[in-house]
């Protein structure tokens, strides 16, 4: 496999706290890990690491071998780096169909994009992501009426139309019914392979059903790595987050 991102040795402080501790973690292209640990291990500034919008104190964090040292937060993005984060921020005043035109379009405004035709290619792509993530009898639906799960799956939809090579999504299925969740966890599993997913994520269930690889921070480090196998049958992660 190749090596897609690399995080090296990096630590972040926040007023002497060390929010990551000299953390080093390589995730491979097409792999789906999924990142867990107790609330403050680090998780968060993992990904405000990696999508700049935290610059750490020392380390390196490389995208396809290149540094993304200095780089603002839409750069990142435009290299390929998509991030969604726990609450849906979706347009409700628009439809489904809107909403993801306007992640086609990129920065281009609103208003601008919404009063013109799509082309063809960019139909198509909007049409094989309303499929991927469900969404095709909701399409000219309002944003605004769909469900808890429905708005998170536009959501993810809206970052596949920017076509990223990475996908970092953070707790994908807080608040969704049971039938959500496994949907969910079906179009996470589909995007492994074409694209890098990474899942921070504190239900263990939903964990179990689509890891690969999993990794445990605590205390702003790698505590344990592997498969869920492993890393629930670790002792020191049965003590710092399993047994609780």
Known sequence: MTTVLEIDHVTVAFDGFRALDDLTLTLERGELRCIIGPNGAGKTTLMDVITGKTRPDSGAVRFGGRSLAGMPEHAIANLGIGRKF?????LAN???????????????????????????RQKARIDEVIDVISLAPQRTMHAGILSHGQKQWLEIGM????????LLIDEPVAGMTHEETMRTAEILASLAGERTVVVVEHDMDFVRNIAENVTVLHEGRVLAEGSMAD???DPRVVEVYLGQ
């Open 86 to 90: 726990q609450r849906p921020t979706v």
């Open 94 to 120: 628009h439809t489904v169909f809107e909403n993801l035109e306007l992640a086609v379009a990129g920065n281009k405004s609103v208003w601008s994009t919404l009063f013109r035709t799509v082309d063809a």
């Open 159 to 166: 970052l596949l139309a920017q076509d990223p090579k990475v």
């Open 231 to 233: 890393v629930q049958n």
